[in-house]
C-alpha cells in the first residue's frame, strides 16, 4: 500500500481555501505558506510538491 503523501493535508487546504475565497490567493497567503514550509521538508517525498513552484519566499523572516 503506498505512503500517504506529506503534504496532502496543505495542498487540499490551499484548494479548499481557494474555493471558498473565490479563488483569490491573497486570502489564502498563510495556506499557502503551510505548503511552502511542508515542500522544503518533504520536496523529495511529495507528489503534490512536484507541479507547486515556490515563487514566493517565506515571509517571516523572524529566524534572521
Known amino acids: ?3 500517504k503523501d506529506p ?6 487546504a490551499i484548494q479548499k ?7 483569490v490567493e491573497s486570502m489564502c497567503e ?3 505558506r503551510e505548503m ?3 515542500c522544503q ?4 517525498n ?8 515556490d515563487s514566493r519566499p517565506v515571509e517571516n523572516k ?3
Open 17 to 23: 481555501c481557494l474555493q471558498a475565497n473565490k479563488y
Open 62 to 64: 523572524s529566524d534572521t
Open 7 to 12: 503534504c496532502q493535508k496543505q495542498a487540499c
Open 46 to 53: 511529495s507528489v503534490c510538491c512536484s507541479g507547486f513552484k
Open 1 to 3: 500500500m503506498p505512503q
Open 36 to 38: 511552502v514550509r511542508c
Open 41 to 44: 521538508v518533504h520536496a523529495g
Open 30 to 32: 498563510d495556506v499557502i
